[in-house]
């Protein structure tokens, strides 16, 4: 087949695009990929009732995405189901992370751990949780005489401020939270990335390709005049690390306020509004103007309320009377998906 030679004269390549072009090419794609397609980070919210499931919400479940990662937090019942209806990657969940073992925080466990049985799942489950769970899940196991195909490796954590989990982009730790069992929240930080090369200094400087990554790292580059151009002119910095907190369930307490300190979103417990403030007490739970007040106090870029107790079915004054203490209060629905960082 032969097209239309002036066509193909256009379409063709333009050999002589020096080596360096084709560096600033590689850099500017980088470049463009990377401040608009940053690494997925949203959560998810399964039910964000407390204690009780009501007609309208179920309890405790989130499912955070981060990259290619599925990490669900608490699992409350039905929360499979909602992974279902919501069409969430429910089979691609590696690691989850349990609170307390109050009910209306990991009911739903068993029954997602008895589907991922039956449907095959062959790949490693990993569960951190306050201990006792082990044991729970095992008994139920025991008692319909199965065993799991697949392995679940369960991680006992006694103490905040651990790190429990990282790779390559993202670290866990733990936060140690005030409510009557031992209970703990978990902050999920993304690691800084390195900055970007300057293209413009690339191509004024004739920087060759082997020093990129020294100067990504923070070195300062030497020309061939001995000329040292400082590394703040070579680079364009990374954008800021993101960061999401689980803080649920907990009384008001400021113990874990140092390591919530301007995340992007934090999640909070506020389970009353503030005139049922002595109850909120005596069960160890926050009101909206508590969760509030720890969102300001720790200078969070974003809060979003859940755990609402079942005696509530308007929601409205949950949103007023949270955002008379810290304006940029959401509240959690179901089904409701929220990007970290977003509103940043
Ligand atoms: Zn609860
Ligand atoms: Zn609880």
Not at 90 to 112: A, E, N, Q, R, T
Not at 167 to 179: A, I, Y
Request: glycine share 4%; hydrophobic share 40%; aromatic share 10%.
């Amino acid at each position: 087949m032969h097209g239309n030679p002036a066509k193909l004269e256009k379409l063709s390549i333009p050999w002589h695009i020096s080596a360096n072009n084709i560096i600033f090419l590689i850099f500017e794609c980088n470049r463009i990929f990377y401040l608009f397609m940053r690494k997925l980070f949203q959560t998810h919210i399964l039910g964000c009732s407390a204690a009780t499931p009501t007609s309208l919400r179920h309890t405790t479940a989130q499912l955070l995405q981060y990259h290619n990662k599925n990490f669900l937090l608490d699992c409350a019942e039905g929360a499979q189901k909602q992974l279902r209806r919501l069409r969430l990657p429910m089979m691609k969940i590696d690691h989850i992370f349990i609170s307390h073992l109050h009910g209306d925080h990991y009911l739903g466990l068993p029954g997602l751990l008895f589907s991922y049985h039956l449907l095959g799942r062959d790949r490693k489950l990993h569960i951190y949780s306050p201990p006792g769970l082990q044991e729970i899940i095992e008994l139920q196991f025991k008692a319909s005489k199965h065993v799991p195909a697949y392995i679940i490796e369960f991680h006992e954590i006694t103490e905040g401020k651990q790190i429990i989990y990282e790779d390559k982009h993202l670290s866990v730790e733990t936060m140690e939270m005030w409510h009557r069992l031992p209970t703990f929240g978990y902050l999920f930080r993304e690691k800084p990335a390195l900055p970007n090369m300057s293209k413009e200094a690339i191509a004024l400087y004739d920087i060759p390709v082997e020093q990129i990554n020294n100067i990504k790292a923070g070195k300062d580059f030497t020309t061939p005049q001995g000329e040292v151009i400082p590394n703040e002119k070579l680079i364009t910095p990374a954008p800021l690390p993101r960061s999401f907190a689980f803080c649920s369930d907990t009384g008001y307490t400021e113990q874990y306020l140092e390591q919530i300190s301007g995340v992007d979103l934090l999640y909070h417990e506020a389970t009353f509004l503030q005139d049922k403030a002595a109850i909120a007490r005596e069960k160890t739970h926050c009101t909206t103007f508590e969760a509030a007040t720890i969102a300001a106090k720790a200078q969070v870029k974003q809060l979003m309320l859940g755990h609402y107790s079942a005696r509530y079915d308007d929601m409205a004054l949950f949103e007023k009377e949270a955002r008379s203490v810290f304006p940029n209060t959401l509240l959690a629905q179901e089904g409701m998906k929220i990007v970290v960082g977003e509103d940043s």
